[in-house]
């Protein structure tokens, strides 16, 4: 019966072992379908929880990222984590339209911060 048992245990082993192996391929070839499929004016969530709209999707290898209002930035396709559906997006961004968003800055000039050293008319005497 012991003679029975550990050949038994390998087998089960070995089929967990391909089974997870044939699920993993499978995850992956989808991951890579998915970053090939991209195309300009699709919003995607980067690996680094990035969220943006590709600008450019003409090249393999890269695909330029708009972040904000005219900032673009260039990330390699393998970056792209997932697909934001519109539906998913407008409900995200609440009164912006997907793809092409209409962000505001809401920064003024209170909000700025100078990282100028003070000149010697504004240097405190500490010596007082």
Same mark, same amino acid.
């Given at each position: ?40 004016? &699709?919003?995607?969530?980067? +690996? ?8 450019? %999707?003409?090249? /393999? $290898?890269? =695909? ?27 409900? &995200?961004?609440?009164?912006? +339209? ?8 809401? %920064?003024?000039? /209170? $909000?700025? =911060?100078?990282?100028d050293k003070p000149s010697s008319d504004d240097a405190r005497d500490t010596d007082k």
């Amino acid at each position: 019966m012991d003679a029975l048992l550990f050949p038994l245990l390998l087998a089960l082993l070995a089929g967990f072992m391909f089974l997870s192996m044939r699920k993993q391929k499978k995850r992956a070839a989808e991951m890579q379908d998915m970053q090939a499929s991209v195309s300009t004016g &699709t919003r995607i969530q980067l +690996t680094s929880g990035l969220f943006g709209t590709v600008i450019d %999707a003409a090249s /393999s $290898d890269y =695909v330029d990222v708009e972040i904000a209002t005219g900032v673009v930035t260039r990330w390699n396709r393998l970056a792209i984590m997932r697909v934001i559906p519109t539906d998913e997006a407008a409900a &995200t961004y609440p009164g912006h +339209t997907a793809p092409e968003a209409d962000y505001t800055d809401y %920064a003024d000039d /209170s $909000d700025s =911060v100078s990282l100028d050293k003070p000149s010697s008319d504004d240097a405190r005497d500490t010596d007082k």
